[in-house]
């Protein structure tokens, strides 16, 4: 679907520009120089926006610091107390987040008024769990995302009365089947960029399963103008997430993509510990900016499945006795020992972040 464009710092989201991958600090943000170091991170491997909570004044007095320090647009999340926000956009937030059910509607207005006053954009963030005081949980997932849309919509009529458009919205849930029902139907009756993700899903390992099937059920539809993996570990597995994500759907190359075969008796390299090593990495590689490697590397451990993969790799290596081929782009570039197998690929790769290319 085709949305609004919203200006978010010097990025813009919605009517057809690119989705944009952003993450959540989880340091104390009035920690100004463990959140800058982490965002700085984020920043390498490709974040391109970034949120901070503002649970308190300390850390709304910490965004002027912050914001000095960064790349990329600062998001400030408040819950509850208008004056942080109103202190967070006039320190630099490049946008808030927001849940106007639990600000008052005259502080509400407060805020509206100052962003437009600083011209940032806000998001109306609607969770499914913020929402059980006006339902019975034993409605159906259709009747609650019914509600979610149309508490939405309530809130989006109050920013447009008080002349304010700069809106992204998000309607999350941590239940994939709600989180899909609520953001199809409010893409159904509004035209405003959509935040996408899945609230709440857990570790790296369960939440990343989840929420990959919740954002690509809504990524496949063309819903969604920048998307966060939300799991419960160090931020910068929710940027490898995205773009593994977004690289699976076709709709963005930055990362390279990593075939390998599951392994079986016929195996005669140590497949299992050299893509560790291969993804280590690539995940240590600068992913800032424009930066991107959309190659497609294939490690196979013997002679059934590597060459056919080879074919349609950039470089490709499959194992072949106590040999090792490795492949450029369906070429045989070279045949050697298989116990040179880690320092050969690691000169592919330094070529790699090198040369940009292969």
């Known amino acids: 679907m085709k949305t609004k464009k919203v200006k978010i710092g010097n990025k813009f989201i919605g009517n057809g520009n690119e989705i944009l991958v952003q993450s959540m600090t989880n340091t104390l943000t009035k920690d100004a ?13 490709g974040c391109e926006l970034v949120r901070v909570s503002v649970p308190d004044e300390a850390s709304a007095e910490a965004i002027k610091v912050i914001k000095k320090n960064i790349d990329i647009p600062l998001i400030c999340d ?18 808030i987040r927001i849940n106007p059910g639990n600000i008052h509607k005259n502080h509400l207005a407060e805020i509206i008024k100052m962003a437009l006053d600083f011209d940032i954009a806000i998001r109306i963030g609607v969770n499914a769990g913020s929402l059980h005081d006006v339902w019975d949980d034993a409605l159906s997932l259709e009747k609650k995302a019914s509600i979610m849309t149309q508490k939405t919509l309530d809130f989006i009529n109050i920013f447009e009365q008080n ?12 239940d994939i089947n709600l989180n899909y029902l609520a953001y199809k139907n409010f893409s159904l009756v509004s035209d405003y960029p959509v935040h996408i993700g899945l609230t709440e899903s857990g570790s790296i390992f369960s939440g990343l399963i989840k ?54 008796a016929r195996t005669t390299i140590n497949v299992i510990e050299l893509i560790k090593e291969i993804e280590k990495y ?42 090792v081929m490795i492949f ?26 090198k040369n940009n290319t292969i």
């Open 211 to 264: 929420s990959s099937i919740a954002l690509s059920e809504l990524l496949k539809e063309n819903i969604g103008d920048t998307i966060r993996v939300s799991l419960t570990d160090d931020p910068i597995y929710e940027i490898f997430a995205a773009y593994n994500i977004l690289n699976c759907l076709g709709i963005r190359k930055k990362y390279p993509t990593l075939v390998s075969c599951p392994t079986c």
């Open 328 to 353: 450029k782009k369906g070429n045989l570039l070279e045949t050697f020992d298989k116990s040179l197998i880690k320092e050969k690929f690691k000169q592919i790769l330094e070529n790699i972040e």
């Open 163 to 174: 002349n304010f458009y700069n809106l992204v919205i998000s309607l999350k849930s941590s």
């Open 33 to 45: 120089e463990k959140t800058v170091s982490q965002i700085k991170a984020l920043e390498r491997a």
């Open 282 to 323: 690539i995940y240590t590689l600068d992913f800032s900016g424009n930066k991107s490697i959309p190659i497609k590397i294939a490690v196979m451990g013997c002679v059934v499945n590597g060459p056919g993969e080879a074919k349609d790799a950039d470089i490709a290596m499959s194992g072949v006795g106590n040999k």
């Open 78 to 95: 408040i819950h509850f107390d208008h004056k942080l926000a109103i202190l967070a956009i006039k320190n630099g937030a490049d946008k």
